[in-house]
T-cell receptor
Framework: NAGVTQTPKFQVLKTGQSMTLQCAQD?????MYWYRQDPGMGLRLIYYSASEGTTDKGEVPNGYNVSRLNKREFSLRLESAAPSQTSVYFC?????????????FGQGTRLTVV | GENVEQHPSTLSVQEGDSAVIKCTYS??????FPWYKQELGKRPQLIIDIRSNVGEKKDQRIAVTLNKTAKHFSLHITETQPEDSAVYFCAANPPGGGADGLTFGKGTHLIIQP
């Protein structure tokens, strides 16, 4: 039982390049989330998907897009990377969309934009 | 939306002593308060949570207390051990979910001194 799996673990991009972060969960959870973590800022929600077929903006959605490919997979895309998007990105999933149940996190993707 | 304040940002205690981390929240409708532990370079993991119909919850050396009137909740760790060294995040979840689904504090870096 792998839980939540993210790829890649590390990535360096040049300003203006694009990339997609992949996330998959095998717990049959309905809800999935993308967070970014910056020093001293905690975890901030970028986008979430309450259920398959729906996506909504979180606190810091600018510069990102998401796709809920199916119940298992939720990807995050940076169309034109900027240095301000240097961060650690975490995907998470939970059984209930309001997250009143435990959220399980992936291992994180450390992204550097130069 | 919900706003969660967490203090202190850094806490250093002697091994064997107790540690207390405090959080306040703004939305009186919030009804779920989890605590996550993140070891260096690892993913956040749930250690304990409490719901608004409960005032205190314990799990071995860890306890969480909730004061709904004052809108604050605290994490208590007794008999601290070196493996307790980590960053701890509190969070609050209002029942409406959505973009405010789970709002995290900025984290407390707990250092256990030998």
């Amino acid at each position: 039982n792998a839980g939540v799996t993210q790829t890649p673990k590390f990535q360096v991009l040049k300003t203006g390049q694009s990339m997609t972060l992949q996330c998959a969960q095998d717990m049959n959870h309905n809800s999935m989330y993308w967070y970014r973590q910056d020093p001293g800022m905690g975890l901030r929600l970028i986008y979430y998907s309450a259920s398959e077929g729906t996506t909504d903006k979180g606190e810091v959605p600018n510069g990102y897009n998401v796709s809920r490919l199916n119940k298992r997979e939720f990807s995050l895309r940076l169309e034109s990377a900027a240095p301000s998007q240097t961060s650690v990105y975490f995907c998470a999933s939970s059984e209930a969309w309001r997250m009143n149940t435990e959220a399980f996190f992936g291992q994180g993707t450390r992204l550097t934009v130069v | 939306g919900e706003n969660v304040e967490q203090h202190p940002s850094t806490l250093s205690v002697q091994e064997g002593d107790s540690a207390v981390i405090k959080c306040t929240y703004s939305d009186s409708a919030s009804n779920y308060f989890p605590w996550y532990k993140q070891e260096l370079g690892k993913r956040p993991q749930l250690i304990i949570d409490i719901r608004s119909n409960v005032g205190e919850k314990k799990d071995q050396r860890i306890a969480v207390t909730l004061n709904k009137t004052a809108k604050h909740f605290s994490l208590h760790i007794t008999e601290t051990q070196p493996e307790d060294s980590a960053v701890y995040f509190c969070a609050a979840n209002p029942p409406g979910g959505g973009a405010d689904g789970l709002t995290f504090g900025k984290g407390t870096h707990l250092i256990i001194q030998p």
